[in-house]
């Protein structure tokens, strides 16, 4: 499918994005290492600490990046923003009104999963772009959909509740769409979006049906 728009357009917004917001990059950085840390440091307020910086990244990334940024070569940028808000407001709804996205991290399969994801997120995806020509500013950084939505993965797997399946639809979705950037603009640091997309969306269905399974014997 050929995209309305080419590769440097599409670096030049990150560009122009990194050098605008800065240096939010780096409080939103902040804010991905204190949701992990609340969901290895568990209080009573945890939860909604972690949904909360889910939630302000999702409707970030809908609001700054999709609509006011990415919309400026690409129409469907304003689909994808709305959709990003949605999300946003999902976390919200589920995680802070009515307390069903509880978090902590397990030293078990789904949790070390979680974790190389966030590492992943965090570390190795802008090395990769680095180590493929992807140099700041004119490169995604964590706040910008990519990254972000397999930090979100990461953080999903450490749920330690059952996960409403409306929850994962949109970054699922997003998976794969952003997966589209590697195949037509050549950014092979997405391929770990489309790969944490199924590992988490798998893990966490199987989760869920293991947890209904034990609350009904």
């Known amino acids: 499918m050929k995209l309305p728009f080419t590769l440097e357009q599409f670096l030049d917004v990150f560009r122009q994005y990194n050098v605008s917001v800065w240096p939010v990059q780096v409080l939103l950085i902040v804010l991905a290492l204190v949701a992990t840390y609340f969901s290895i440091l568990k209080k009573s307020y945890s939860d909604k600490i972690i949904v909360s910086i889910l939630t302000f990244l999702w409707l970030w990334m809908g609001i700054v990046y999709h609509l006011i940024y990415f919309s400026s070569i690409n129409k ?61 500013p004119s490169a995604p950084t964590f706040g910008l959909p990519c990254p972000t939505t397999i930090f979100t993965f990461g953080i999903l797997l450490f749920s330690s509740s059952r996960v409403p399946f409306i929850v994962i639809i949109i970054p699922a979705i997003w998976s794969i769409i952003g997966f589209s950037a590697t195949v037509s603009l050549g950014m092979k640091e997405d391929t770990g979006l489309l790969i944490a997309g199924l590992i988490c969306t798998i893990m966490i269905i199987y989760k869920n049906k293991t947890l209904k399974k034990v609350s009904l014997s």
């Open 76 to 136: 469907a940028a304003i689909l994808f923003g709305s959709l990003f808000i949605i999300q946003g407001l999902v976390f919200f709804y589920f995680g802070v009104l009515k307390n069903k996205l509880r978090f902590q991290l397990s030293l078990n399969r789904n949790g070390i999963t979680g974790m190389v994801l966030i590492l992943f997120a965090l570390i190795v995806y802008p090395l990769f772009g680095y180590w493929l020509g992807h140099v700041y």
